[in-house]
């Protein structure tokens, strides 16, 4: 046994990541030029709203070299407005893979700290070419850096770096990669997703130029901005062991109550004095002192103590029943719409916020089990449907017919929104949601509240249309007895049969 | 815009799939529970294979609080006879995220070195207790190990270690961790997913002691291994530019010749010369002396030569027609099942195999779009059906009305069988694989073939259907004319029709 070796090694994130890469979404080369896209976009975004800048990104694909069999080789350059990145984190924060500023507790698009980092990777691997990055914190400097991934090692390589003078006090950032893809067929669904996204983003402009010279241009539609994310801290329901003493060896506080109320979000003095002698801990004990079992009491104890408010929602910026209604009606003009928002709740000490839209009839069309759309933190979902929450809501908790709905024939279409601290996605590419029990839960009562209303416009269209119909009926013959008995009783003037009508209208 | 910091940081990878668990198949706790069993039964079968060990698995799973509202704390134990860990190694082995002995280009179950030390660390987090390791690898020791994960840092800690005498020459390895999981909707999932990997992995023997008492025994049914996955060098075709740079800074050899023929398979010197003269590179140009241009060329080159032979199949272990055929017969007594077995291929340097089963009929259920089982390198994939490229192909690829099949009514089930040296998965917990354009071209082709197949039955049980229908109106009007013509002429005996019939029944 002992000439065969299984030989164990370690490898660098990079490398993980490189060696996997479909986990990321850079699976075929149609799926990763749309990915390519979308990380960088999603990075614009996430930058301006945290500067209160409104977002100005041009994108701009053209296609380089083309090749038979595909792929072809593309130059993707996505610019924007954004407040730059200080010049001494450039290297890392577009050439090291988990590197970046994406680890708090702070709503954003990005997650992962990774995706742009794997596009860039992505384009190195498939064209061996270096990325290129122009940026500026409005200084007077604006920098430029040629650059790769060491991907063994995951370290950035500065192959050049160059300086020159702002004198305009430009700030933003301008990112060129070359990369593999296929635009003939990525084109459709990277159309879709930046439509999708100026939707639910109206604050930013977007302007696409692409490989076969045509330009599509979403305007901003408000002038304003929403609030910018804000981070926060832990709530204490839901939060795991981990958390819990990594919050204690980071603390200085000496004891249990000021630990508590300043490390967790919603819980003052009171609140926290009530939970600590419902779990038998004094609140003087210094928190350095708990021990493993002590630990996990208290984890537990704040998981089912009842006495704490939900979660804070005011980090959270979710888009509002007018403006999920607005944006419904100008893409579908239903005959029935409506929003439900749900209340914050929270998964791991993690506030989210469900809102969900059913809409009817209007321009909607007929599909088998009828429309998604998926929304997170203000980003459209297109890929990997079948595996995510809302979905499993829709199609396999939701009874339809319970709501007089035929699912296999209605023009019907679900929206879910969620917006949350942290989405917890089922892929780095942030395709999909995992079904966590608590966001499920939301969805599926946010959903049955919306069909309910659905339900009674259906009966009320129904009763209505019944009426109609019977109001025809009688409208028909009604006058048609009224003339046949004027002649019968040799009579001129037929008796005015309308409000006879009018009263079974109203009856 | 000074005062908002974006504040960059580095995390560690173990500190990543913490904070993103559900990326790794730990979502909920019914699935949690799902995906540590998986692991751990991967990694033993795994191991046992690389061995030429015929494996003995022993799964014990049992409640050990049952908590209101859930989930419950289980323990999980998995117990196997194979090679065992050796002792410097096993504190890395489940200890640290993105170390292990998978990467390497072998046909294994486990893909990511990840699974069993993200089991662990999902039991840390939930419920704050170590993990216990005991293993031998035959030696006159036994090494036991209580051990958890700085997370924060992505390494082990021991707490304990013991070290035991190894008298009956024992090796294997039994590990056993505490997590939260809730069985009760787990359970179905790991019994059909135990049922399925003993039904695709013969030479195993699995117990199953479930939490609620009851004992579920899969018991080897084949004496004989299969031979044990071969590493292999990549195939030319589908190479990257980081490959190929690794290849050359690792290599000894001096020119592009020898380099060529040492590193890459199913070269020969033939080969290697026409294809050196093709890409304008001398045969005796030293490796290291390639620049990044001409890397970039031979890269691609390569891609497009068509000299190369087929990726070598002999490394990769699938299961074969007969094998295939006889664990339908046996679950599903179909009345029509046919296998379609693809030649190698290979994506991005990696063979690759297909097998595609198709049966119609017996005791398959109808359902709408039909029955899909997904199968990996000998493992069944459960979850996040949408999302696999067989689906894709099944659902969206095949027009099903062109193979006389009514998929919305007709009893069909598609088996899909992927081997790989590397199998492309979306996501790290390995439910679903990317639609890779080679496999899904293959995938396609092959379900082709086997719907041609089925089309051909069926068209003859329509025929043979027609045909009975006629010999069955035949046979009831000739006798009677027989017996009306008999009587009319007055005669006692009827003519014999059988010898018209049999006429009918062979034209």
Known sequence: ?????????????????????????????????????????????????????????????????????????????????????PQEVIPFAFGKVLYGSKF????????????????????QITTNKSAHVVSSTGT???????????????????????????????????I?????????????RIIEYLKQTAIVNPHADITFFDPYGRLFKFDRNVAGLASPPREVKPHPQ??????????????????????????????????V?????????????????????????IVQKMRS??????????????????????GIQREYNPEFVTVVMQPPSSYSGHPFIVEVAVAYGGNIPSRTGGLLYRFTNKIPLLYDEGSDVAWKVMRTLINWKNYKVNIEEDPIAVFVYLFSTKIPYKTVGKECVADRPEIEREMLSALRKACRRLRAYLSRKGKAERKRKKLEIFSKYLSQIARFSTSLAGKEREPDVTPLLRELEVG
Request: glycine residues 8%.
């Open 1 to 85: 046994m002992e000439e065969k070796r299984e030989e164990f090694e370690e490898i660098s994130p990079s490398d993980f990541f490189y060696r996997n890469r479909d986990l990321a979404g850079f699976t075929n080369p149609a799926r990763s030029l749309y990915s390519a896209v979308r990380e960088f976009v999603e990075n614009s975004l996430d930058a301006c709203e945290l500067y209160e800048i409104l977002p100005d990104i041009v994108i701009g694909l053209t296609e380089v070299e083309t090749r038979s069999p595909s792929p072809n080789i593309y130059k993707l350059m996505v610019a924007d407005n954004g407040p730059g990145v």
């Open 238 to 271: 839901g939060i795991d062991v981990e958390m819990f003493r990594r919050l204690v060896f980071f603390s200085e506080e000496t004891n249990m109550l000021d630990f508590l109320v300043n490390n967790f979000q919603r819980v003052g003095r009171v609140v």
């Open 305 to 326: 103590f009842y006495g704490f408010r939900k979660p804070r929602a005011d980090c959270l910026s979710s888009l509002g029943e007018d403006f999920i209604i607005a």
């Open 140 to 174: 007077s400097k604006i920098y430029e850096f040629t650059l790769s991934i060491d991907i063994l090692h995951n370290e950035p390589v500065v192959l050049k770096r160059r300086v020159a003078n702002n004198d305009s006090g430009w700030h933003g950032t301008v």
């Open 104 to 123: 708090t507790l702070r709503q954003t698009r990005g997650m992962f700290g990774l995706g742009g980092t794997m596009a860039i990777l992505y384009g």
């Open 176 to 188: 060129d990669i070359y990369l593999e893809g296929d635009y003939m067929k990525a084109s459709s």
């Open 273 to 297: 004095n009530n939970f600590l002698k419902k779990a038998g801990i004094p609140p003087s004990k210094d928190p350095k002192t708990l021990n493993r079992h002590e630990i996990v009491t």
